[in-house]
């Protein structure tokens, strides 16, 4: 029987109530498919900043290496001043661990009402492919004389060939197994040096996938038409800093936050991936039990359809659209039933 090592991060806020719930729904998914797993609790983030000074352990990067994949919830704290090396647990793991691909789908769930209105299911299923290693988010540059008149900042990006070639590719190969189209949402008429040699790169790779359907977009456009038409949409293939902001979009058409999953990848798996709701540690509703740990779960299938378990990947899946159905929903979605009620249904769906 295959056996799967995970490495678990709860994180902050309502990380701690919607990791264990991912972890039973985990736990009994294995003993239906017949593989098991073993999982490892780490107690970084930012409530580990506040006592240890640093988000992880000193050697956390080379104790994580060791697992098959790190199943991880959410990082901050108010205390937490967020402009600090904050975040930093998420940043590290991402590039130490060379995980270039952020995948988020975005599809309408079974019995959930988009507030887009009329649109439905068929509409809305589509995937955000963020850059995860490289862009806005390199943290390249500086203060200089912050109090002074003449103070000024810096924030340098970095676009790297190689960087841009294999993310256009993981996105194009992914078109291959959907509906056939990558849409390149960009910002190149304005960013005229980063954002036109990423539209270069990604132009040169689409030539050798004449079989999918090729666009570009410029984000504001994209905005719109994701609210407007996002029927429109396949594969959104997008930068680092574009592809956070525009995946929050993606969570809100789809009703909640609550609902976004997403795998951090490396898909030469040369290093563990990561996988994680795309909302954060919602600090203002921590502790009550109410968070919606439908992405925490998600992430779950995202991940062990990662390792190679389709079949129990599509079984969460499809346990958490039974869910859906049938009205089982927390409280951001105008639900009443708990974190642990959704949990509980998920697994008997299943
Ligand atoms: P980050 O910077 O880490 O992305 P954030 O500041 O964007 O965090 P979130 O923690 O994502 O903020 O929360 C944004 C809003 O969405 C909050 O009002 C929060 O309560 C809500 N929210 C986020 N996740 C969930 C969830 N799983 N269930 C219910 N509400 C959620
Ligand atoms: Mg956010």
Redesign the pocket.
Known sequence: MKKYQIAVVNGD??GHE?VPMAEQVLQAVAAKHDFSVESTTFPFGAGYYLEHGDFMAPDGLEILKGFDAILFG???LPAVD?TLPF?LFTNKVRTAFKQYVNYRPVKLLDGVKSPLGTKTQKDIDFVVVRENNEGEFVQNGRQMYPDEPFGFATDTSLFTRVGVERIAHYSFKLARKRRKKVTNVTKSNTMINTLAYWDRVIGEVAEQYPDVEYHKMYIDAATANFVLHPEYFDVVLTTNMLGDILS?LGGAIMG???FGPSGNLNPENTFPSMFE?I???????AGRG????I??IWSVAIMLDHLGEEQAATAIVKAINRTTAAGIL???VGGSYSTQDIARAIIENL
């Open positions: 806020g309502i919607i959410a990082v901050g967020d975040k929050d909640s936050l609550g709701p909302h954060g540690s919602a600090p203002d509703i109410v968070a919606n740990p992405g925490q927390t409280k951001d």
